[in-house]
């Protein structure tokens, strides 16, 4: 009983992993062509009279601000935007919804600033290395499973 037991788990962890990997590969495959075709930074800055119009938010910081517009960095990009009246955020990320015109400038609708957002991400580590400590000196990792330290 024991062995048909294990082949029946084994028999479901190898569905749930097969299901999972052709989840993964058909979600990939169907969105293949889509950034190629649709709308991205990239395609927008070659040619912008297509994307005339196209409203997005966008997530970055704020590089530099001066009269009358910004410079707004997405990675490894600037973006110069038209729009005044933002501030930067303290130790965190602003998302800003944004007009992408037809002749090359980008409008600032809105904007909002994450203040504070890298130090949560600082606060989640140490929690996890003190939740991994104490559950490791409570718990030995065997080859069976877990036991009691």
């Known amino acids: 009983m024991a062995q048909k037991s294990g082949n029946l788990s084994r ?4 569905l749930v992993l097969a299901l999972f990997i052709g989840a993964f590969v058909y979600d990939n495959l169907r969105t293949f062509g889509k950034a190629k075709d649709g709308f991205t930074i990239s395609n927008y800055l070659s040619s912008p009279e297509k994307y005339d119009g196209h409203k997005m938010e966008i997530m970055g910081r704020v590089v530099n601000i001066s009269q009358g517009h910004f410079v707004f960095n997405i990675g490894s990009t600037d973006l110069k935007i038209s729009g005044s009246g933002i ?17 090359g400038t980008i409008e600032m ?22 939740f991994l400590a104490i559950f490791l000196r409570e718990w030995k990792l065997t080859s069976g499973g877990f036991k009691n330290a």
Do not use: C, M, Q, W
Request: charged content about 15%; overall charge neutral.
């Open 87 to 103: 501030k930067k955020p303290v130790l965190g990320e602003t998302a800003l919804y944004a007009n992408f015109r037809g002749d």
């Open 11 to 14: 028999a479901l962890y190898l």
């Open 109 to 130: 609708i809105d904007y909002h600033n994450y203040n504070y957002n890298h130090i949560l991400y600082i606060i989640s580590f140490v929690a996890i290395i003190l």
